[in-house]
């Protein structure tokens, strides 16, 4: 292309707008028209509107310690099934069973035991297809009370009348020198994983061998004990017991003023949420979620700065000549010639997996191809007669690169910005997929790295592993497209050919 | 005799990219004490033999401890751990460029050796292996079907082509490596996921061959597929721009038959810049062989990367391999740059 070709030729100038075009117009209404007549500015500005939509979303509704606290505390995922498929799949595959959860404020019946006082938290479950569900837990929050500590029996009321004891939950006493009421699992709530209790265990194998004498062969293990709970013994297995269960919730209290906060139960299936869970439990779509605005972050500041950078030591280079261009020419050449990957995965792990280092290697590793553009640009307006005027009437160089040699180059420079962010988003996937990504932050590759780490590909949980990188993919290729549409904006002659 | 002189620049070139490459690497583990702990658990271990050594003649344990103790001083001015690290660089830079940067720490080779330099060359060919065979494909491909789309300019295939150039440049290698295992391995289980060979190995020579191939069909598909779209693209460019030049439109004028003037007239001239187009691929499908062989488990020199970043990090492994991937990258161009040379006779004169 003939890079010193004048901007008035270049950019389409709407003369009713800005009146006499000089070089240093560039008509923002023409550059936007030019832009959504094409194809690939239409596609890549409406996914650059919907990305920068959901980052919005992501910024004023996630809490602010997401990245750093919340996706990587196990705690905080643990009602939620593991490596879950998303709910979605059952569609078309019968054996899904739907997470239900329900948290209990209020208590059922109210009952009377000599002077105790009975509080029943009654939840029921439905237990529809011949699926089972993968775990039943409880979370006991804020228990206070006077006395004597109150007990929590924990039952569970099957259709065939079994009522199988799940758990003994004997809150802690008053330590010495406590005062009345005390106050338990208000900071940290109680969590009993009712599919993993040595009481859960027992009773519904005392159930089984009173209820259906020699229907099994074995006796019940922890391990199927999701199965026992909602199943009937069938010889070498179980097989799924329909109809309508209650979670009895009971705190004996020895104090009529004791109270307990909030009981949540949670019933958990294979399937949750819109893309599944991970082997923490975490719900990967708000991960997917919380992936747009970091995308952007990287893409933007990136393709900002080796911009910024890029077009500076060209413009410098091209119009001071002598040493200082020999010197930035020399170390552009070295610069471009380097493997970059390598030398990023080097500096990361030397340095430390921290996001502001891994922007600032990508930067210093991705400015030597504008620079060496820019230049070349430079050079041949440096002869042109704008520049020569200006110099005879004694402008200083600072003057005449920033006033009349930027405006000129500006327009391709924009361009070759929205260029280099898609290579941003790719080299931070490629570095978090090899383990060096910031652990403060998660990003799609960080989510892709820990479904292959933990195997996730070879047991097929797809859904862990397929959405990242479509985002990846989209994301990158949104900015491609922008970057091609820019092209047409500066280069008339591509005009034609989109 | 200007190619020389035009090579031995390029080589200067190149060989300063290596020289900027070293510093880099030993001044940014000087700076960040990184070659000060490695240094010192080389020394500890030699001490350790030392003492171990020494014990079995020395029974006096505080006379034990003062050789070891003058030992320690003198290992240290021998590895320069008494100087800055500053001015150890030369020494380093060597180390580094001879690969001798003592062990690893749990990394071995297949015979047990735990010496970095023996690892990472036991890795190198299976790396080789792997971005030659792709590198090959990719070119003739891209020759094949470049050249075929330049002849029509705006068909459908030209257009599809084009986008396929586009998405392939989104893609990343180790994505594609991941969907080509959930589909081929996991669901269809017509090849195998990972590895180089079967559990066990096959005996017989022709067949652990057969099997290394069955292994890399994936791997080499995968690199194949991201880089074969943009070198597409390029190869067409190329030749649709030398058709439009007027020696070609002489040579029509002349009446030269089309598969003449085709071979002679525009490969011959687009071949250069189609090499360029390769030059300009090869540092993509280098870090896309890291990822990839990470993906499949090819125990080749990419895959070495991710097993000292994860678990316990290994310093000394990683600086050898970023120094020979540079080394292989920067051999590598120089080829293309002897080859484009010959290709272009306008750049002997």
């Known amino acids: 292309m003939e890079l010193g070709t004048p901007l008035e030729q270049i950019v389409t100038v709407d003369e009713t707008d800005t009146g006499v075009p000089d070089a240093g117009t560039f008509s923002l209404r023409g550059a936007w028209r030019v832009l959504i007549s094409s194809w690939s500015g239409r596609v890549g500005l409406l996914m650059f509107a919907i990305m920068i939509g959901i980052s919005i979303y992501v910024l004023t509704t996630y809490p602010s310690d997401f990245g750093s606290q919340l996706w990587s505390s196990p705690k905080d995922w643990a009602d939620n099934p593991k490596t879950a498929a998303p709910k979605w799949t059952a569609l078309w595959d019968e054996n899904a069973v739907e997470t239900q959860t329900g948290t209990l404020h209020e208590p059922a019946t109210t009952g009377e035991r000599g002077p105790a006082a009975v509080y029943d938290y009654d939840w029921p479950i439905a237990q529809t297809s011949g699926a089972f569900p993968t775990f039943l837990s409880t979370t006991i929050e804020g228990v206070r009370f006077n006395g004597r500590a109150p007990v929590i029996v924990v039952t569970l009321l099957r259709p065939d009348g079994g009522e199988i004891r799940l758990a003994n939950l004997a809150v802690p006493a008053a330590r010495t020198g406590e005062d009345a009421p005390v106050e338990r699992y208000f900071d940290t709530p109680e969590r009993i994983l009712l599919t993993q209790s040595d009481t859960a265990q027992q009773s519904i194998q005392a159930w089984f061998d009173q209820t259906y004498p020699g229907d099994r062969d074995t006796p019940v293990t922890i391990a ?81 700065l080796a ?41 990361v792990f030397i340095i430390g997996p921290n996001l502001s280092v891994i922007l600032l290697v990508l930067v210093a ?6 620079t060496i553009l820019v230049r070349s640009m430079v050079l041949s307006l440096r002869s042109g007669q704008l520049v020569e005027a200006a110099q005879a009437m004694g402008a200083s160089r600072w003057r005449i690169m920033s006033r009349h040699v930027f405006p000129q180059v500006a327009p391709f420079i924009v361009a070759q910005m929205i260029f280099a962010a898609p290579a941003a988003i790719l080299a931070e996937a ?68 989109r | 005799m200007n190619i020389a002189r035009k090579l031995g620049l390029r080589a200067l070139t190149l060989f300063g990219v290596l020289v900027a490459v070293l510093v880099l690497l030993v001044v940014s583990l000087g700076a960040t004490g990184y070659s000060d702990k490695l240094l010192s658990a080389q020394l500890n271990e030699e001490l350790r033999g030392f003492r171990q050594a020494q014990a079995e003649t020395i029974r006096d344990p505080a006379q034990l401890e003062e050789a070891v103790a003058q030992r320690q001083t003198e290992l240290e001015a021998f590895y320069g751990l008494d100087e800055s690290w500053w001015s150890r660089m030369p020494s380093q830079i060597w180390n580094v460029l001879t690969l001798d940067l003592g062990d690893a720490r749990s990394l071995r080779t297949a015979d047990g050796s735990s010496k970095i330099s023996d690892i990472v060359l036991e890795r190198l060919p ?10 090959v494909i990719t070119a003739i491909i891209g020759l094949i079907v470049g050249v075929r789309m330049a002849t029509r300019v705006g068909s459908k295939l030209d257009r599809g082509v084009a986008y396929f150039a586009a998405i392939s440049f989104a893609v990343p290698a180790w994505w594609l490596g991941i969907l080509f295992i ?4 996991f669901r269809l289980e017509l090849l195998p996921a990972g590895g180089m060979y079967g559990v066990p190995p096959p005996e017989d020579r022709f067949d652990r061959w057969l099997d290394l191939a069955k292994h890399a069909i994936l791997p080499v598909s995968t690199l194949v597929l991201v880089s074969v779209g943009p070198y597409i693209y390029s190869v067409r460019t190329m030749t649709v721009t030398t058709a439009m030049e007027d020696h070609v439109q002489l040579a029509r004028a002349k009446g030269l038959s089309e598969g003449y003037i085709n071979r002679r007239h525009i490969l011959r001239v687009a071949a250069a810049p189609i090499v360029t187009g390769l030059i300009l691929g090869l540092a993509g499908s280098l870090g896309g062989s890291i990822l990839t062989e990470t ?55």
Request: a negative charge; glycine letters at 10%.
């Open chain 1, 307 to 347: 911009t910024v950078l890029g077009a500076s030591l060209g413009i410098l280079s091209g119009y001071t000549g002598g040493l200082t261009d020999s010197v930035i020419q020399r170390a552009a050449d070295i610069v471009s010639n380097v493997p970059i990957l390598p030398l990023l995965i080097f500096l």
């Open chain 1, 365 to 370: 590793f991705s400015w030597p191809g504008l």
């Open chain 2, 126 to 135: 299976y790396t080789m292996l792997l971005l030659t065979t792709a590198s």
């Open chain 1, 430 to 497: 490629s570095l978090s997929f090899l383990g060096l990504g910031d652990p403060s932050i998660p990003t799609w590759g960080q989510m892709l790295e820990s479904g292959f780490r933990t195997g996730a590909l070879y047991v097929g949980y797809w859904w862990w592993v397929i959405p990242p990188g479509v985002l990846i993919i989209v994301t990158a290729l949104a900015f491609t497209l922008l970057a091609l549409a820019m092209e047409q904006v500066v280069d008339p002659r591509l005009r034609d050919q």
């Open chain 2, 182 to 185: 959930l589909i081929f391995a």
């Open chain 1, 224 to 304: 199927d004990l999701n199965k026992a709970l909602f199943g009937i013994p069938t010889g070498t297995g179980f097989s799924a017991l329909q109809g309508d269960y209650t979670l009895r919730v009971q705190m004996l209290a020895a104090d009529p003023d004791d109270s307990l906060q909030a009981v949540s139960n949670v019933y958990g299936g294979n399937v949750y949420g819109w893309m599944g869970t991970d082997s923490l439990g975490r719900n990967l779509w708000q991960g997917l979620l919380y992936g747009f605005p970091i995308a952007l972050l990287i893409a933007t500041v990136t393709a900002i």
């Open chain 2, 295 to 349: 993906v499949f488990n090819w125990r080749g020199m990419g895959r070495l990367y991710y097993d000292a970043i994860v678990g316990t990090p290994d310093e000394g492994v990683i600086v050898a391999l970023t120094f020979l991937f540079t080394l292989i990258y920067l051999l590598a161009r120089f080829l293309l740059d002897i080859l484009y040379v010959v290709l272009d006779p306008r750049v002997r004169y």
